[in-house]
T-cell receptor, first 113, second 112 residues
Framework: GDSVTQMEGPVTLSEEAFLTINCTYTATGYPSLFWYVQYPGEGLQLLLKATKADDKGSNKGFEATYRKETTSFHLEKGSVQVSDSAVYFC????????????FGSGTRLSIRP | DAGVTQSPTHLIKTRGQQVTLRCSPKSGHDTVSWYQQALGQGPQFIFQYYEEEERQRGNFPDRFSGHQFPNYSSELNVNALLLGDSALYLCATLLRVKGGYTFGSGTRLTVV
C-alpha cells in the first residue's frame, strides 16, 4: 500500500546549521507530496508541496524536490533558526487533492541558540 | 475569517464510555476529514465526510463513527473507549473542487 518513511528523530542542530530531513515514499499512481509542520500544542500547517516529478516546493527558506527516480522528497534549509523547532511530517495524497493524506511518523527538530 | 475550529480542546474519559468531538470547518469548506494522532506518531486517517455522507474510511473499527451536518460541520463519535484511543484527534477541511486541507488544532482525548 501507499506509505511514507521519514528520518527518525530527534534531530538537534545549532542555529544557522544546514538541515536535511530525509523522506521516501511508496505509492500507486502519481502522488502529490507534502511537508507539514506541527508546533507545540498546535495542529498541522502545510509547509510546502509538489505535485509532479521534478517540481520543487519552497516556503520560509525550506525546499524539497520531488524525485520520482529515487521516490524521495527530502526537506532542506540552508540556515535554521530557533523558531524552526517543531515536528515535521512528510506526507502524500494519491488520486486527487481531496484524497486522504498519508503521513510519515514525523521528525522532531530542536535548534540550539 | 475563522479557520477550522475543534471542541473541546481537552477531554478525559473513562474506559467504556462514549465521546463526541466536534469540528466546524473553515468558511467555504465543504469536506471534513478526521485523523487520529497517537503520541509520537503521524496522523492516521479515520474517515472523510462530504455532502453528509462518509466518502472514505481508514482502518478503524466501527466504534468510530461520524456525522456531517447541512452546515458542513462534523462530529466524531467513539464508543466503548479503550485506553489505546488516547490521542490527539485532528479535523481537516477543504473545498472539494479546489483542494488544500486546513487543519484544526485538535482535541486531546485521554482515556483512563
Amino acid at each position: 500500500g501507499d506509505s511514507v518513511t521519514q528520518m527518525e528523530g530527534p534531530v538537534t542542530l545549532s542555529e544557522e546549521a544546514f538541515l536535511t530531513i530525509n523522506c521516501t515514499y511508496t505509492a500507486t499512481g502519481y502522488p502529490s507530496l507534502f511537508w507539514y509542520v506541527q508546533y507545540p500544542g498546535e495542529g498541522l500547517q502545510l509547509l510546502l508541496k509538489a505535485t509532479k516529478a521534478d517540481d520543487k516546493g519552497s516556503n520560509k527558506g525550506f525546499e524539497a524536490t520531488y524525485r520520482k527516480e529515487t521516490t524521495s522528497f527530502h526537506l532542506e534549509k540552508g540556515s535554521v533558526q530557533v523558531s524552526d523547532s517543531a515536528v515535521y511530517f512528510c506526507a502524500l495524497t494519491v488520486y486527487s487533492s481531496a484524497s486522504k493524506i498519508i503521513f510519515g511518523s514525523g521528525t522532531r527538530l530542536s535548534i540550539r541558540p | 475569517d475563522a479557520g477550522v475550529t475543534q471542541s473541546p480542546t481537552h477531554l478525559i474519559k473513562t474506559r467504556g464510555q462514549q465521546v463526541t468531538l466536534r469540528c466546524s470547518p473553515k468558511s467555504g469548506h465543504d469536506t471534513v476529514s478526521w485523523y487520529q494522532q497517537a503520541l509520537g506518531q503521524g496522523p492516521q486517517f479515520i474517515f472523510q465526510y462530504y455532502e453528509e455522507e462518509e466518502r472514505q474510511r481508514g482502518n478503524f473499527p466501527d466504534r468510530f463513527s461520524g456525522h456531517q451536518f447541512p452546515n458542513y460541520s462534523s462530529e466524531l463519535n467513539v464508543n466503548a473507549l479503550l485506553l489505546g484511543d488516547s490521542a490527539l484527534y485532528l479535523c481537516a477541511t477543504l473545498l472539494r473542487v479546489k483542494g488544500g486541507y486546513t487543519f484544526g488544532s485538535g482535541t486531546r482525548l485521554t482515556v483512563v
